[in-house]
């Protein structure tokens, strides 16, 4: 199976500032990350998918970047609403595998 | 809209076995693949399976081979996920979600199993 590596656990942010996630896959991947997005009590919600292509009805601020078996997910900007859990996945193998998370606050 | 409404909440005496429902509405249930994803409580996500609809045809991880059995009906545009010999180890949320190409585009609200004797 694919080990996704998802740094780092957790970050604080004060509103305004640009944060970034990063997953680092066990094998390449072939740009075949996605990024999601769960609120507290929440489903998780597709972010990025294709390591850069925003889905639609996602704010511009968030942008994803890598290739090979790093990528990295950027919030330029933080906003209170921006509060949640992220996590990557990769879909270039089955078993589809998860990132273990990143635990986004607010400073 | 698309909407993936899942049953509610569950508890199974260990040993036993739950059945969760993922109701779909605002597209075609035929026409995409149903996923199902495990999050432990504070724990991050894992694949479950996915089942196509149309076919019937199924995929699960390993470790989920003996313990989940994915259905769809289409008749009702719902899929199901049955978990079997309930151990403390089961209690989870279960989400449902849609694959649109090889990512979850829509997911269900999550339905909750607890295993407690």
């Known amino acids: 199976d694919i080990q996704m590596t998802q740094s780092p656990a957790s970050l604080s942010a004060s509103l305004g500032e640009t944060v970034s996630i990063e997953c680092l896959a066990s094998?390449?991947?072939?740009?075949?990350l996605a990024w999601y997005q769960q609120k507290s009590g929440k489903s998780p919600q597709l972010l990025i998918y294709?390591?850069?292509r925003l889905q639609d009805g996602v704010p511009s601020r968030f942008s994803g970047s890598g290739s090979g078996t790093r990528y990295s997910l950027k919030i330029s900007g933080m906003q209170p609403e921006d509060e949640a859990d992220y996590f990557c996945?990769?879909?270039?193998?089955?078993?589809?595998?998860f990132g273990s998370g990143t635990k986004l606050e607010i400073k | 809209e698309v909407q993936l409404q899942q049953s509610g909440p569950e508890v199974g005496r260990p040993g036993s076995s739950v059945k969760i429902s993922c109701k779909a509405s605002?597209?075609?249930?035929?026409?995409?693949?149903m996923n199902w994803v495990k999050q432990s409580p504070g724990q991050g996500l894992e694949w479950i399976g996915w089942?196509?609809?149309?076919?019937?045809?199924?995929d699960y991880a390993e470790k989920f081979k003996k313990k989940a059995t994915l259905t769809a009906d289409t008749s009702s545009n719902t899929a199901y996920i049955q978990l079997s010999s309930l151990t403390s180890e089961d209690t989870a949320t279960y989400f449902c979600?849609?694959?649109?190409?090889?990512?979850?585009?829509?997911w269900g609200q999550g339905a909750s199993v607890t295993v407690s004797s």
């Open positions: 979600a849609r694959m649109l190409g090889a990512v979850m585009d829509a």
């Open positions: 605002g597209y075609t249930f035929t026409d995409y693949v």
């Open positions: 089942i196509d609809p149309e076919y019937g045809s199924t």
């Open positions: 094998e390449g991947i072939s740009n075949d």
């Open positions: 294709a390591a850069s």
């Open positions: 996945q990769q879909s270039y193998k089955y078993p589809l595998t």
